[in-house]
Structures are given as structure tokens and as C-alpha cells.
């Protein structure tokens, strides 16, 4: 049995809704009813768009916090992968569009061991906090504290990261010799270290926060994409392929 379009759409747009197919879901899969049970999650993801296309700029009324990780908490308890991580990959767009707030997904990415949320919620929450790892959030810049098992992580993974970018100011990303250069070593190699490690050193560079490692690295490809010299310097096979390397 299948949703028709207009029941899809009256379901999308009342999450009140969705809340009754998790209700369900949760219910028969308890009591074993597994028809109902396999109707109830066929029907979430029919609702979700699982799987989906990326979210649109105006994501549906439920993309919240409360009913994200309660899709997660039912797709968890009746075993089905597909629907949590095609939610995971949607919380993770809305966090980095802004539209969600990093920190309600940290707890559910720690509860259920999901690598992805918690790589992307825990980064984004810790570029968000001051010097004293207090979340920043809203017009008025409230500060929201952080538990101290969830501070410890984010206090780790600040050093973690520095330490992470001090490598990667050291040496260039390695990039594999493309067909025709024969002055790879010495020329390409050489060249491109050391244009790296002179950019990393500009005015653009200096400004960022230490432990925002993807910031940098975005800046790294904008200055790097700009340098004259470094396109004339490497064949352009090396060239595409060093700034293949950034991503």
C-alpha cells in the first residue's frame, strides 16, 4: 500500500503527521505486527523522499530537531539503514546551509555512534563558540552551555585540528605526475611546495580562525586558483591535478 500524491503532500505539510507514522512504526514493531510495521517506515520514507535529492531552499515543516531524531530513534529501532542515513545526510545539509542548529545534533550523533552527524554538527558548533567553548547562537548572540562530556570533545578536537592544519602548512597535499611533465620532481614538485607554503603566510590566511581547517583550506584554493605564477610554473596536467589535490 502507497501514499498517493495529494496524501503526500497534505503529510508533508502538517509534521503533526509524521509524528503519528513514527507513533505507528514505533507501536507495531514492538508488538511485531510486521506488516504494519513495514507500511508505517515505507510510508516515512515515501514522506521524506528517501532517498532524496538534496533539500530544497525552503526545507518541509518537519525538518526540526524534535522529529529528525525521532526519525532517527524509529529507524534505529526497526533496523532500517537506508531511512537513518538518508535523515543523518538531511540534517547534515541543513546545518551547513544554517538552517538547523549544530548542537541538537550532536547528543543523537553521540547516542547512535553516527560518524557523519557528529563529524559535521561537533565542527560546526566548535567554529560557532567563543575562547571559552560557549555556543554562540541568534541575533543577540546567546550563549548556550555545552555538558562537559560534549566541551571535552569539542576541547579535543580544537587541538586536534590546529595540530592537523600546522602539518598541512608544512607540506603541500602530494599530487601524482601528469602525462608529458618531465620536470616533475624539480620543477612542479618544488614549485608547488613552496608557493604553498607562501600563501599560507598572506594577509587572508592570517585572519582565520587556528582550527578551522576547512576554512583554510577554501581560502588555500581561492588564493592558490588566483596565482599566476603557479599556472605558468606547472605543466597544465600537474596544475589541474595539485588543485585537484585541495579537494
Known amino acids: 500500500m502507497r501514499l498517493r500524491p495529494a496524501e503526500l503532500h497534505s503529510i ?12 505507528i512504526a514505533q507501536m507495531t514493531n514492538k508488538y511485531h505486527f510486521v506488516t504494519t510495521a513495514s507500511w ?10 528517501c532517498p532524496t535529492e538534496p533539500c530544497r531552499a525552503l526545507p518541509p515543516a518537519w525538518c526540526s530537531a524534535p522529529i529528525l531524531r525521532r526519525i532517527i530513534e524509529v529507524a534505529q529501532l526497526c533496523g532500517h539503514e537506508m531511512l537513518c ?13 544554517g538552517r538547523a542548529t549544530p548542537v541538537d545534533a550532536m547528543g543523537v550523533a553521540d547516542e547512535y555512534g553516527l560518524a557523519r552527524l557528529k563529524g559535521v554538527s561537533y565542527y560546526r558548533t566548535l567554529m560557532a563558540c567563543d575562547e571559552n567553548l560557549e555556543y554562540e547562537y541568534g541575533p543577540r548572540e546567546e550563549k548556550l552551555t555545552i ?3 560534549q566541551r ?12 592537523r592544519w600546522e602539518r598541512l602548512r608544512e607540506t603541500a597535499p602530494a599530487f601524482t605526475k601528469a602525462d608529458g611533465c618531465t620536470y616533475h620532481a624539480h620543477g612542479c614538485l618544488s ?25 583554510r583550506l577554501g581560502t588555500m584554493q581561492e588564493l592558490l586558483d588566483a596565482n599566476r ?4 610554473a606547472l605543466t597544465p596536467g600537474c596544475w589541474r591535478a595539485a588543485m585537484g589535490s585541495l579537494k
Open 147 to 149: 555538558p562537559p562530556a
Open 191 to 215: 614549485t608547488w611546495q613552496d608557493i604553498w607554503k607562501s600563501t599560507t603566510k598572506s594577509d587572508a590566511m592570517v585572519h582565520l580562525r587556528a582550527m578551522d581547517v576547512l576554512g
Open 12 to 23: 508533508r505539510s502538517d509534521a503533526a503527521n509524521i509524528d503519528r507514522l513514527l507513533t
Open 85 to 97: 542515513d538518508h535523515i543523518v545526510e538531511k540534517w547534515v545539509e541543513l546545518i551547513i546551509a
Open 40 to 49: 508505517a517506515i515505507s510510508a516515512l520514507c515515501q514522506v521524506t523522499e
Open 229 to 232: 605564477d603557479l599556472r605558468c
Open 152 to 163: 571535552a570533545r569539542l576541547l579535543s578536537g580544537f587541538f586536534s585540528l590546529v595540530r
